[in-house]
């Protein structure tokens, strides 16, 4: 099925120096392979000093010098966990807030929104920078998935108003979904605004990879995180990409 009305995702991301941290979840291009993408970038030197690093059931940010971290609080997270038949990926401490409400709760469907609800936009004044997070439900007994994207921020710019946007989607072959924090670099940075943006898909996670990695701006990116998970068998692969090596 062909899907119309698409943005290239090197497009977007050439034309803007400072999305800020970005998510794209969507169905591969053959529709063999569910896929996500997570970057981080950073204008400030604690911001750059970062990596990307796996762990069992996970993935987490970690400083690359340890001796020149400032501020760990909202630079060092997990943006991706496992979760049974889910996979969340954020991109702060909210990764934790979905995946702790689910082992809690159980999933009635409506998990991801319900524990974002005890969320709002992180307090990064004058910036307040946009939550912004997904979760994949996997049916490999269907080779199936379903998807969710949320973006938390501030009305506006005003702090004592927090906006929660929801999106549900049911995923088509070639087809992602952008949602990043910022529109573009500023003073104080505009959050993003709108729906997710669409973007098209290719078929491999190495693919997607140069896509991102070579179209974001040099000078700011800092760590790149894909996954794509076969519907077939619920097979994965990986790859990280850190400029800091």
Known sequence: M?????????????????PGRGIIVGKSADGKNAMIAYFIMGRSEN????????????MRTKAFDESKLVD????????YLECGASDIVTNGDQTDTVFNFI????????????????REFEPDHPNFTPRISAILNYDFNANDFKYKMSILKSSDGNPEVCDRYFYSYSPLNGLGHFIHTYECDGNPIPSFYGEPERVTLPNTAQELADLVWENLN????????????????GKSQEIIINKNK
């Not at 062909?2 to 400072?18: A, F, P, Q, R």
């Not at 000093?49 to 996970?58: K, L, Q, S, V």
């Not at 999933?107 to 974002?116: I, P, Q, W, Y």
């Not at 040099?218 to 068998?233: G, H, I, P, W, Y």
């Open 47 to 58: 911001s750059r000093n970062r990596i990307f690093e796996r762990f069992d059931g996970g």
């Open 2 to 18: 062909s899907v119309k009305g698409l943005n290239k995702i090197e497009d977007l991301l050439k034309n803007n120096t400072y």
């Open 72 to 79: 760990p609080s909202l630079i060092i997270y997990n943006p």
């Open 218 to 233: 040099q000078e700011n990116k800092v760590s790149l995180f894909v996954r794509t998970v076969s519907l077939a068998d």
């Open 103 to 118: 082992k809690e709760n159980g999933d009635d469907g409506f998990a991801f929104e319900k524990s974002l609800h005890t």
